[in-house]
């Protein structure tokens, strides 16, 4: 535990300690300095005692990593307690897995184009052609004729479509500036309204207005609107949620009649909303791969 400490220490303050000291751990929150308003992590009901009772821990074999612990007072969650943020400076290893390719897209955006697909469609034709004759001459197995059929594909696409390649890849293939990433993520999601957006930066204000308010009357008003504002905002966005999938339904549903198999597959997988990032393996001491879990954290420790 650090010098920069909010408040006396209690009994669950005690174990806290005594846990950290056990498994060597560091309160982040503590060794860090800053005003009284970015320590607090809990506000009581009447809004006069604040506490430091929400921590972020981290190993003393990776306290350097830690650069920074405070809380968030402007970030909006609807809690009495507020956001407890670290900044870490990692470098993870990837695990590369030597003679595998990466995966290959092309940009399939130019099929669109009517001179491009009458070109695809020649050029897919020859090398078709071209197989079928070698095909006649020699005999080949079942493994040998997939394989002409794939490079006949491919090279087509390689030679016609091309590559797709990130927006940032493009961008700076063409000469232009770099783009602003940080605009691009942030941008709000379709499936929100204009209306929802409102209510958003009404909650926003609201919460603003219980940090900023000087006596205790100010902050019981500003938190009974705030407490109304965010019952509102939730009812609008269980309203835009389910506008939106019953628009992603009828688009679903007019690719299937119309036989449009990749809107209705990209349609489907919005629907679904589900993508899970790829593990990365947790090797030993010796450079061997962990696969039971308790072996895993062990190794983490």
């Known amino acids: 535990m650090g010098r920069h400490v909010l408040g006396e220490r209690n009994k669950n303050g005690e174990r806290l300690a005594?846990?950290?000291?056990?498994?060597?751990?560091?309160?982040?929150?503590?060794?860090?300095?800053?005003?009284r308003i970015h320590k607090a992590a809990w506000i009581s009901p009447n809004h006069t005692p604040e506490n430091q009772i929400d921590h972020i821990c981290i190993n003393k074999k990776f306290r350097r990593t830690m650069e920074d612990v405070r809380t968030r007072r402007e970030v909006d969650i609807a809690s009495d307690h507020h956001l407890v943020v670290a900044n870490l400076k990692l470098k993870l290893k990837k695990n590369?897995?030597?003679?595998?390719?990466?995966?290959?897209?092309?940009?399939?955006?130019?099929?669109?184009?009517?001179?491009?697909?009458?070109?695809?469609?020649?050029t897919l034709n020859n090398r078709f052609q071209a197989l079928q004759d070698l095909l006649k001459e020699e005999e080949t197995t079942m493994e040998d004729n997939w394989e002409g059929i794939k490079e006949a594909l491919t090279s087509t696409c390689q030679e016609v479509l091309g590559l797709k390649k990130h927006l940032l890849t493009q961008q700076l293939a063409q000469g232009k500036n770099r783009p602003n990433l940080k605009s691009q993520q942030h941008h709000p999601k379709k499936r929100i309204s204009v209306g929802t957006l409102d209510r958003i930066k009404e909650k926003k204000n609201k919460k603003t207005a219980i940090n900023n308010g000087r006596t205790r009357a100010e902050k019981f008003q500003a938190q009974a609107e705030y407490i109304e504002a965010n019952k509102q905002l939730k009812k609008s966005i269980r309203a835009d949620k389910q506008k939106y999938v019953e628009e992603l339904a009828t688009t679903a549903e007019k690719a299937a009649r119309g036989e449009n198999v990749k809107q209705l597959y990209d349609t489907m997988k919005k629907l679904v909303g589900k993508y899970s990032k790829p593990e990365r393996p947790v090797k030993d001491k010796k450079g061997r791969l962990t696969t039971e879990i308790q072996q895993q954290r062990n190794r983490w420790v």
Request: aromatic share 14%.
């Open 18 to 35: 005594n846990l950290c000291t056990f498994n060597k751990l560091v309160i982040g929150g503590t060794i860090f300095p800053h005003k």
């Open 96 to 122: 590369w897995i030597t003679g595998q390719t990466s995966l290959q897209r092309f940009n399939t955006a130019f099929i669109q184009d009517t001179d491009k697909l009458n070109e695809f469609k020649i």
